[in-house]
């Protein structure tokens, strides 16, 4: 049973940095494509960044240079680290798994999902 729970998050300044981990059991974690979605009240979710089975990562144009997705394959972690952050990030992150052959911002490609962990960024 895949299972999948986030931690990592929490209220900080704008300009300032946090790194969410995700927390994998029930699964061979090396071999799935992992993501980080977010979303917001009244809205959809959105695709952050993603990873594949080979390290190679795909990042939403809203936080290219500033959020760096990686993974620990021995410790079944997903990592984002989020710098520079702006009131805009602002929302309920997840952790996302899925046997895909490559990354995806997608949240349809996706279907197994942590609880969340939620970012505020104040101004």
């Known amino acids: 049973q895949v299972q999948l729970e986030e931690s990592g998050g929490g209220t900080m300044q704008a300009g300032g940095s946090l790194r969410l981990s995700c927390t994998a059991s029930?699964?061979?974690?090396?071999?799935?494509?992992m993501g980080w979605f977010r979303q917001t009240p009244g809205k959809g979710r959105e695709g952050v960044a993603s990873?594949?089975?080979?390290?190679?990562?795909i990042y939403a144009d809203s936080v290219k240079g500033r959020f760096t997705i990686s993974r620990d394959n021995d410790k079944k972690i997903l990592y984002l680290q989020m710098n520079s952050l702006k009131p805009e990030d602002t929302a309920m992150y997840y952790c996302a798994a899925d046997n895909l052959l490559w990354s995806s911002l997608r949240v349809s490609d996706f279907g197994f999902w942590g609880q969340g962990t939620q970012v505020t960024v104040s101004s």
């Open positions: 029930g699964y061979t974690f090396s071999g799935y494509c």
């Open positions: 990873i594949d089975r080979k390290g190679l990562a």
